[in-house]
């Protein structure tokens, strides 16, 4: 489970086939589609990194600096048999320009996958230079697709919203809202269960945006993510990840991010991720 204090994948794959004359649009052939993408998915992105571009900023009547900063990193998509989870691991090389100290690589992390209890170090390391008094470690662009896994997606309560024409595709917008048992999000608070809406080619169960809400007494949170087409990998990936934190009680701060990706590839185990 990931979790937050207060104090997963990538897109659409490279399969999509010309989309038939007739699509079924029902919720249960959509949903049926998404999950199925997202399996062959998984095989797909593994061992991909990108470049992320991360700018946040901290704002409020009770909000203590620092107010800003701007993060480069490597975002590397990995499959941790120990954990059995799907995670992003994010490898951050400078803060407002100036490089980090080299603590962990991806690399270093890779060699231990097998032991137990290396998400949670993964998850640790990826949260270490966010902002603002919301502590998390689930902001992650990919995170909403695990609620298509097999494992997951029975549990999870579908609607449809709306249907659209994109030039010769079918998008289908599905709502979602997850069970109070086990949700992707929990914490000290207890669990955290998501709302939120995903865009879903109906031909080939693409993911082409994913909305991911929660509320846990006076904190908001919002994850939106779009997604584009890669054409040499052949994929549909995170372009854009926008993240909304904010505190509504006795202390009043909002916290944003906004993060791009570029460069996409794939990973090469006898490279070296990072400087």
Request: aromatic residues 8%.
């Amino acid at each position: 489970m990931k979790c937050f204090v207060l104090a997963g994948l990538v897109g659409a794959v490279g399969l999509a086939a010309q989309a038939p004359a007739r699509v079924d649009v029902s919720e249960r052939a959509v949903v049926a589609a998404a999950s199925a993408y997202v399996v062959a998915y998984e095989k797909e992105v593994a061992f991909l990194v990108a470049e992320e571009i991360s700018e946040h900023r901290v704002q409020g009547r009770d909000a203590v600096g620092p107010f800003r900063r701007k993060l480069t990193s490597e975002l590397f998509l990995t499959y941790l048999p120990a954990d059995s989870e799907w995670i992003a691991i994010r490898d951050v090389l400078d803060v407002d320009g100036l490089p980090t100290p080299r603590h962990q690589t991806v690399r270093d992390l890779l060699i231990r996958a097998d032991e137990r209890s290396v998400a949670q170090q993964v998850l640790k390391a990826n949260a270490r230079y966010n902002l603002g008094s919301v502590e998390r470690n689930f902001n992650e662009p990919t995170l909403p697709l695990l609620l298509l896994e097999p494992k997951r997606v029975a549990r999870v309560r579908f609607d449809r919203r709306g249907v659209t024409r994109e030039a010769d595709r079918t998008l289908v917008t599905l709502s979602y809202e997850e069970p109070d048992q086990l949700p992707l999000v929990g914490g000290p608070m207890g669990p955290a269960p998501s709302r939120g809406e995903l865009v879903i080619d109906a031909a080939t169960g693409a993911v082409r945006r994913t909305l991911f809400t929660l509320r846990k007494r006076d904190i908001r949170v919002r994850l939106e993510t779009f997604y584009e087409f890669n054409e040499r990998l052949k994929l549909w990936l995170p372009s854009v990840f926008h993240e909304h934190y904010e505190r509504t009680g006795d202390t009043r701060e909002v916290t944003t991010v906004e993060s791009r990706y570029s460069n996409y590839r794939r990973y090469e185990t006898s490279g070296r991720i990072g400087k």
